[in-house]
């Protein structure tokens, strides 16, 4: 029987890695990610998981010691936050370029300085580049599930390669929810024992990842990029197949959610697409035409998915928990490129919101949304990136 | 990489390239001062041969060294490990 557990999303990341059988799991404390580690060392000690709990010196160290055990075969894990995620920013790129399918919880804190433990996306955005496939969970439910859909896909021979599952600090981490953890033998059918394309052994000794020349290199990053093309395809087809297995769907790419006819849809990630949906009711209750669409995955970026949006709504609204300085938030950046080469682009308006855990509620989304509406009316986006509720 | 592949198709995801002898070529030709072996001082305690940074000694029977001099750079790592200072750097000939 599938077991109801009530707990914060940073232990159910925990049950997942249990759940899905990791062999290695690397260590290293950060607030906020650490009860994830610290449910998993409970779990070893406990013996109710057979895996092998590497405390290391770094987040560094983390990442290599993941990339070490993956190449020698077997499932790993690691989990990390902000600076931990920054100081493993080198190593990143080690374990996408090896073709590794390492799974690592990011739990979202912002950067200092200054310093700051509350939640905002600039730590695994700032890592946007790093080959990782990027996932942003929006409740506990959804970070199970994640999870174990992320090695399964990952682990695909189309894909073989590392993927980020984030969640926000806080908002979610340290919040006690209601979740779904179904039967372990459902979840091995699921997801079968990794299969790894090649193994590190002294028997027959070779290395990988090796040097290069300019003749080979580009070739090795084009296969990167059609491998994350093709995750685009099957992350919708595992969220179906998961869907039906385990009663949890979340919309592949993108989570849609009254926008089949919108005029205006909010773009948002994580779980400001909860409050955004209570802000889309009580607006259509005023008859306003609005929608919500919840980046799920950005990394692939899902632009069919938008550039399929915008054939009905004339306008989208970004709201970003992030700010790439001198520019805008990312979500607004990439949303502009996916419309810029059609023939009547929709009109984006970015806003900055919720950096450092400041709180984003359904009134806050309102007034984005009730702004961009006028924006629509007049045709003109008068303010290219709004900051919203900053300090006069 | 031994064998070249002739297209993308043919590439692993991730560079492998197998362990050979002397992929550089004889990297002995590098060497500047040319490390000799006193056998009569020689213990055979191994240390030499546990730190040679290229595998360049070989371990015999009776344990004492010998120096593959087609591969050895002569770094001297050898000589100054050596307990028994067993091992002396010598300068190659012109």
């Known amino acids: ?392 | 990489m031994s064998v070249n592949p002739r297209s993308r198709k043919e590439m692993p995801l991730t560079p492998l390239s197998s362990p050979t002898v002397g992929s550089m070529g004889k990297t002995g030709s590098w060497r500047t001062f040319r490390p000799t072996v006193d056998n009569s001082r020689c213990t055979k305690c191994t240390l030499c041969w546990i730190y040679c940074p290229d595998g360049a000694i070989t371990r015999q029977e009776d344990d004492s060294p010998k120096i593959d001099y087609d591969y050895c750079k002569g770094c001297g790592v050898c000589a100054n490990e050596c307990p028994v200072k067993a091992i002396e750097m010598e300068r190659e000939e012109e």
């Open chain 1, 1 to 392: 029987m599938a077991q109801i557990t009530i707990d914060t999303a940073n232990h159910i990341a925990g049950y997942a890695a249990k759940a899905a059988r990791v062999k290695v799991v690397a260590a290293y404390p950060i607030t906020p990610q650490t009860t994830v580690v610290e449910k998993i060392a409970d779990f070893v000690e406990r013996g109710s998981m057979d895996a092998e709990y590497i405390r290391v010196e770094s987040e560094h160290s983390a990442m290599v010691a993941c990339i070490g055990a993956a190449a020698a075969g077997v499932r790993t894990f690691t989990a990390t936050s902000a600076h931990g995620l920054a100081l493993m920013h080198e190593a990143l790129h080690w374990a996408s370029g090896s073709r590794l399918p390492i799974v690592m919880a990011v739990v979202n804190r912002a950067m200092g300085a200054p310093w700051s433990i509350w939640p905002d996306l600039s730590d695994s955005l700032s890592q946007r580049d790093t080959g990782w496939i990027q996932f942003y969970c929006a409740d506990n439910q959804e970070v199970f599930d994640t999870i174990i859909q992320a090695y399964k896909l990952c682990e695909n021979e189309r894909i073989f390669l590392p993927a980020m599952v984030c969640l926000e600090g806080f908002i979610l981490s340290h919040t006690y929810a209601p979740v779904k953890i179904s039967d372990q033998e459902k979840i091995d059918d699921f997801l079968p024992p990794y299969k790894s394309g090649w193994i590190l052994d002294v028997n027959r000794p070779y290395s990988h990842a090796s040097l290069v020349s300019p003749e080979w290199y580009m070739e090795f990053r084009y296969m990167i990029q059609e491998a994350m093309e093709n995750a685009k395809g099957l992350i919708c087809e595992i969220d179906k197949e998961y869907g039906k297995r385990f009663g949890f769907e979340y919309g592949g790419l993108v989570e849609k959610y009254r926008c089949e006819d919108a005029d205006l849809i909010l773009l948002t990630m994580g779980t400001m697409a909860s409050d955004a949906k209570i802000a889309v009711d009580r607006l259509r209750k005023e008859g306003l035409k609005v929608g919500s669409a919840r980046v799920r995955v950005f990394r692939p970026f899902p632009v069919a998915e938008l550039r399929e949006l915008s054939e009905q709504a004339q306008m989208f609204a970004t709201i970003d928990r992030h700010i790439s300085f001198g520019l805008e938030g990312f979500l607004a950046t990439e949303a502009k490129a996916s419309f810029s080469s059609q023939k009547d682009p929709p009109l984006v308006a970015g806003f900055v919101a919720g950096l450092g855990g400041r709180d984003v509620t359904s009134e806050t989304i309102e007034k984005i949304a009730k702004r961009s509406l006028k924006w629509m009316r007049s045709g003109r986006v008068e303010k290219e990136t709004e900051w919203v509720d900053l300090r006069e």
